[in-house]
């Protein structure tokens, strides 16, 4: 029961401590008292969400309890009010008047409201008479940030130091000078914020810009331009003396011009091109194909040499390093020009050892001086030609037109079974020794035609013929490796040898039985060189027939070709050269002395129906 009296009779305890009856209402009492201030303030807050709190200026204007729309419009007015005044700006450089808004200077409105209604939200409630706030008006300018006209006149631009190099040669120096220049922005923010604040005039800070080009770099390559002007300067090329310029010819064409912080002195490259001309002729060259020389069993590659051109700026620049003691000569610079068929072309061709064991060669026998010219002629265009693995070669293509404009000469040929006049005569002799040659590197023969006539002194239906507009002869190289084509005349020979990669080819040829003979017919022909009221047989009465040709190409011993070459020969009626009728005077005309020949004649060509070259 004493318990019971005692647990009645203590106080309320919090923590273990006990506290009297008037603090527990105390603490009840500041509980609602907070609690209604929260209730007044938020209802407060409510009530004035879309307001600036009082204690808010903006550049000085108060704007405090305004709505949005009202505060931009006071704003607007009093801070325009505020730039369409006039400041005086005071310089170094002087004191000019600016009105802030003519100049692109304004104020941001939306961004100052925005600051202005989220300032105080708490603070203004909570002190509503004793705080206060002033929000400096955000400042804007033009993107490109432009001076004032009146402002942008007190600037001075750097004068950078100028060498002036005269066409007499003399030389002088246009000194520098530095710039007077303000810093934009910082500038027209400082006119600004004076406007806002009310001031009239604010001070200004001009700065001194230094020029790029110092007068001591100037005076720099005025010492140079006096060197490089004061004795004439050698050119050189590999080592030799080439040519030269005198200071009266460079003189004009010097050029001074600034390089970052530094005077540069460079060459007029057109004003020089003329004077180099003398020098190119003892230097420039045009590209040398690689080519083959061969010495009977192998062939070598004679390297290509690349062409040279003159480098007029690179000269240029080799004359002003000289001139000026930068280096020791002034080399004349030249432009590398590749050939076109490299000697790392021609070692991939395989080009290397001769493909047979001696020259195909044919004998000219009593040809003309005329004859022998052409074939000689022919012989040095077909020289050195190379043929591709896969590639035709055309004889006419390759060759050309026979004409006198080429260096061809007239000799004689047969038509209709009689010697004419005709330039170019000769080239059958050619073409039948590269058919032989062809025919015994195992090729393909894809066009070939044998004389009209049998000239005996050609190996039976192994004789070839071409003329322009005419007969063709073709043939394709059908081997692995390119073929270089090497000939070689006397007055009485005319020989070919092929050049390539020996692969294990042989060629064996039967020549066939001749057959399907025909009879020669007789023609007479009035002819005015003959003597009057005579008749004189001029050749002919050779009969005609066929013959085949046969050939087995193999490579390795395993048989890759079989071909055959038929020749059909015509008979050659016999020719009767009938004269004119007997003249009654006493007097004979003279019979003329034709000359040059059809080009018969001479011993057989190497290879015969008995031989079988190998590779």
């Given at each position: 029961m004493a318990v019971a009296d005692e647990a009645q009779s203590t106080p309320y305890t919090i923590y273990g401590?006990?506290?009297?009856?008037?603090?527990?209402?105390?603490?009840?009492?500041?509980?609602?008292?907070?609690?209604?201030?929260?209730?007044?303030?938020?209802?407060?807050?409510?009530?004035?969400?879309?307001?600036?709190?009082?204690?808010?200026?903006?550049?000085?204007?108060?704007?405090?309890?305004?709505?949005?729309?009202?505060?931009?419009?006071?704003?607007?007015?009093?801070?325009?009010?505020?730039?369409?005044?006039?400041?005086?700006?005071?310089?170094?450089?002087?004191?000019?008047?600016?009105?802030?808004?003519?100049?692109?200077?304004?104020?941001?409105?939306?961004?100052?409201?925005?600051?202005?209604?989220?300032?105080?939200?708490?603070?203004?409630?909570?002190?509503?008479?004793?705080?206060?706030?002033?929000?400096?008006?955000?400042?804007?300018?033009?993107?490109?940030?432009f001076l004032p006209e009146q402002l942008a006149s007190l600037q001075s631009e750097p004068r950078d130091a100028r060498l002036v190099v005269k066409s007499d040669g003399s030389v002088r120096v246009i000194e520098a000078r530095d710039g007077n220049v303000f810093d934009p922005p910082a500038t027209l923010r400082a006119i600004g914020l004076a406007a806002l604040a009310g001031h009239p005039s604010v001070d200004v800070a001009i700065r001194q810009r230094a020029p790029r080009v110092s007068t001591a770099a100037a005076m720099d390559a005025l010492r140079k331009a006096q060197l490089l002007l004061a004795d004439p300067i050698a050119l050189r090329f590999k080592g030799k003396r080439v040519g030269r310029v005198t200071p009266a010819q460079l003189a004009p064409l010097v050029n001074a011009t600034a390089t970052g912080s530094t005077v540069a002195l460079s060459i007029d490259e057109k004003g020089l091109a003329p004077l180099l001309k003398r020098v190119a002729k003892k230097v420039e060259r045009d590209p040398r194909n690689a080519t083959f020389t061969a010495d009977g069993k192998h062939a070598h590659i004679r390297p290509d040499r690349p062409g040279l051109t003159v480098d007029v700026a690179g000269t240029a620049a080799n004359i002003v390093a000289t001139g000026t003691g930068a280096q020791a000569q002034a080399r004349v610079a030249v432009d590398r020009h590749e050939a076109k068929f490299t000697t790392d072309d021609a070692k991939k061709l395989g080009i290397d050892v001769r493909l047979f064991t001696k020259p195909i060669t044919t004998s000219m026998g009593a040809s003309s001086s005329n004859r022998i010219h052409n074939v000689h002629l022919l012989a040095d265009m077909l020289d050195g030609r190379i043929i591709k693995p896969g590639q035709a070669f055309d004889f006419n293509k390759a060759i050309g037109q026979r004409t006198t404009a080429r260096g061809f000469l007239v000799g004689q040929q047969i038509e209709n079974g009689q010697l004419v006049p005709a330039v170019g005569g000769g080239v059958c002799q050619v073409v039948t020794t590269l058919f032989d040659a062809a025919f015994y590197a195992g090729l393909k023969i894809t066009d070939r035609r044998n004389h009209d006539f049998y000239i005996s002194h050609y190996p039976l239906g192994m004789d070839a013929t071409?003329?322009?507009?005419?007969?063709?002869?073709?043939?394709?190289?059908?081997?692995?490796?390119?073929?270089?084509?090497?000939?070689?005349?006397?007055?009485?020979?005319?020989?070919?040898?092929?050049?390539?990669?020996?692969?294990?080819?042989?060629?064996?040829?039967?020549?066939?039985?001749?057959?399907?003979?025909?009879?020669?017919?007789?023609?007479?022909?009035?002819?005015?060189?003959?003597?009057?009221?005579?008749?004189?047989?001029?050749?002919?009465?050779?009969?005609?027939?066929?013959?085949?040709?046969?050939?087995?190409?193999?490579?390795?011993?395993?048989?890759?070709?079989?071909?055959?070459?038929?020749?059909?020969?015509?008979?050659?009626?016999?020719?009767?050269?009938?004269?004119?009728?007997?003249?009654?005077?006493?007097?004979?005309?003279?019979?003329?002395?034709?000359?040059?020949?059809?080009?018969?004649?001479?011993?057989?060509?190497?290879?015969?129906?008995?031989?079988?070259?190998?590779?």
């Open positions: 401590k006990r506290r009297r009856p008037w603090v527990r209402h105390a603490t009840i009492l500041g509980s609602a008292a907070v609690a209604l201030l929260a209730v007044g303030l938020g209802a407060n807050a409510w009530m004035t969400r879309d307001v600036i709190q009082p204690g808010v200026s903006v550049g000085g204007v108060d704007v405090g309890g305004m709505s949005r729309s009202e505060a931009r419009d006071l704003l607007a007015r009093q801070i325009g009010d505020k730039l369409g005044r006039p400041v005086q700006v005071h310089t170094a450089a002087g004191t000019v008047s600016v009105v802030p808004g003519s100049c692109g200077i304004r104020v941001d409105l939306d961004r100052a409201i925005d600051e202005a209604m989220s300032s105080g939200r708490v603070e203004a409630r909570l002190f509503p008479h004793l705080w206060s706030t002033q929000i400096q008006a955000p400042l804007t300018y033009s993107s490109t940030s071409v003329s322009w507009g005419g007969p063709e002869f073709r043939f394709v190289n059908t081997l692995r490796h390119a073929i270089l084509i090497k000939t070689s005349y006397t007055n009485s020979t005319m020989s070919i040898q092929f050049y390539g990669t020996r692969e294990g080819i042989t060629v064996s040829q039967k020549t066939g039985q001749r057959y399907g003979f025909t009879s020669p017919g007789v023609r007479r022909i009035n002819d005015p060189s003959v003597a009057p009221g005579t008749e004189v047989q001029s050749g002919g009465g050779t009969g005609g027939f066929s013959v085949v040709v046969y050939r087995t190409v193999k490579r390795n011993g395993k048989v890759i070709r079989k071909d055959q070459f038929t020749s059909h020969y015509t008979p050659s009626d016999v020719i009767i050269k009938v004269g004119p009728k007997k003249p009654k005077s006493k007097d004979k005309p003279k019979a003329s002395d034709p000359t040059g020949d059809a080009g018969t004649g001479g011993a057989a060509a190497a290879g015969g129906a008995d031989q079988q070259p190998t590779q």
